[in-house]
């Protein structure tokens, strides 16, 4: 009986000893490990990471066409400066895709976002130095 007792408190105490351990590891690993919050960009930090387009005009497949304008953020400085030098190309991507569209494929919110997307990773592909995080349709006009 006596036997039984002393190894229920030696379990009881390990069990213990196991949980303090567990608890003092997790409060440790969260105090101290880097936080990963992504917080939106202040309307400076955009500033200094988007590049403009010009305002670009041309035909749909439907024979209607489009007037079209973005801002296209970059993940750093440095990608900015890429954007800026391959202008000429983020231009001609933005054509293909979008003369290969009909109007239906740009109206509404979806069409917006899916054009805008794209053209994300469309953009990314052109750039070494960076990469894109996002595209901002400003001006869109279809006739």
Do not use: C, H, W
């Not at 007792?5 to 009881?12: D, R």
């Not at 750039?127 to 006739?143: A, F, N, P, S």
Request: charged fraction near 30%.
């Amino acid at each position: 009986m006596m036997g039984n007792k002393k190894a229920l408190v030696i379990m009881l105490s390990m069990l213990f000893a196991i949980t303090a351990v567990g608890a003092s590891g997790y409060y440790i690993f969260t105090m101290f490990s880097p936080k990963t919050e992504a917080a939106e960009p202040t309307a400076d930090e955009l500033e200094e990471l988007t590049v403009e387009t010009e305002e670009i005009t041309t035909n749909l497949l439907d024979d209607a066409y489009v007037k079209i304008k973005f801002k296209i953020q970059a993940d750093s400085k440095d990608g900015k400066e890429e954007l800026e030098k391959r202008l000429f190309q983020v231009n001609n991507t933005i054509i293909y895709e979008i003369s290969g569209m009909k109007t239906d494929n740009l109206k509404g919110r979806e069409g917006i976002v899916g054009l805008e997307k794209v053209l994300q990773k469309k953009i990314s592909e052109l750039m070494l130095d960076g990469k894109v995080v996002r595209v901002y349709t400003t001006q869109k006009i279809i006739q």
